[in-house]
């Protein structure tokens, strides 16, 4: 058995997630393709600022192989401008109606960490909710989750507030931090009866760029949460900080990283790159098809 098989039975049980009546198998690798609605993310060509711009890089997104679509209307890279609700919201116009309308089988995922976005975003068709602030910006966000029963991103931030990137070294160790940290994010998301989540570690958020690449060694003893990994590491600082390189320049870096964590088992990744990680997919899932 390969070891990303034996890392895919810990959470064997919970690899369902339930999607608006429908059943999605998450153990199977599903790649999430970045939309942002955003002038100032980091990674200028993931930039939409029209609605033939968003349908035209949908459309690319989903052919090269995208299973989600992942609506942001607010950039979170650090020293980012805070954006209000009332803006996000207006950012988002009716853009997920639009995408639901031309591409209804894509799921669609809407970035926010605010309640009032949230639920714009249900209302118009969104299919998940990724928030990274694990609940910790806006105590309306979880109760609009919970009543809409839709998939819930769960990331490990230990930012503590917005636009802060200061290091949390733990006297435990930055693994039995998170799943502390998550464990008991995951039991009050429960208590309020939100059920379907998936755990993204949080690379870059409010971690050191020491203890980012700590936690992607050692990313397999996050299954003990049982739940589906999500892993967004795309054209990240951990890459370019590294490599003395730019965003642009960092995808054979981006790429090399996912390897690592698919071969840990995760199994929803995140990114600018929607056909390289197809292509890595295919590649390393090569051994059991059996015809080879």
């Known amino acids: 058995m390969s070891q990303a098989k034996e890392l895919n039975t810990v959470f064997q049980k ?25 002038p100032d993310s980091f990674f200028e060509k993931s930039r939409v600022g029209s609605e033939t711009a968003l ?14 679509l992942d609506i942001g209307a607010s950039s979170t890279r650090p020293a980012a401008e805070i954006q209000s609700p009332e803006e996000e919201i207006e950012r988002i116009g009716q853009s997920i109606f639009l995408l639901k309308r031309h591409f209804p089988t894509t799921l669609l995922s809407l970035d926010t960490y605010y309640g009032a976005v949230a639920q714009v975003g249900i ?12 609940g910790q910006f806006d105590p309306t966000l979880w109760p609009v989750v919970a009543r809409a029963q839709i998939p819930y991103i769960l990331n490990y931030n230990r930012s503590g507030q917005q636009n802060t990137a200061n290091s949390f070294l733990t006297q435990k160790g930055i693994v039995s931090d998170a799943l502390s940290f998550l464990s008991e ?3 009050a998301l429960q208590a309020l009866g939100c059920t379907d989540i998936l755990i993204d570690p949080g690379f870059g ?8 690449h700590e936690l992607l060694q050692k990313l397999e003893h996050l299954h003990l949460l049982g739940a589906p990994l999500l892993v967004g590491v795309s054209r990240k ?10 965003p642009e320049e960092a995808l ?6 996912h390897t690592l964590a698919y071969t840990k088992g995760a199994r929803i990744f995140r990114v600018h790159d929607v056909a390289q990680v197809k292509e890595l997919i295919l590649l390393l899932g090569a051994q059991d098809l059996h015809e080879l």
Do not use: V, W, Y
Not at 237 to 246: R, V
């Open 123 to 134: 209302d118009q068709g969104a299919d998940l909710i990724n928030d990274i602030s694990a």
């Open 185 to 187: 994010k995951r039991a």
């Open 252 to 257: 054979n870096g981006t790429s090399i990283l």
């Open 205 to 212: 958020f409010g971690k050191s760029l020491s203890e980012n």
């Open 237 to 246: 600082s951990m890459i370019t900080k590294i490599l003395n390189c730019s």
């Open 55 to 68: 349908l035209k890089r949908a459309e690319e997104l989903i052919a090269a192989g995208a299973d989600i």
């Open 14 to 38: 919970s690899r369902f997630l339930n999607i608006k009546g429908r059943l999605h198998d998450f153990a199977q690798p599903k790649i999430m393709g970045i939309l942002n609605l955003t």
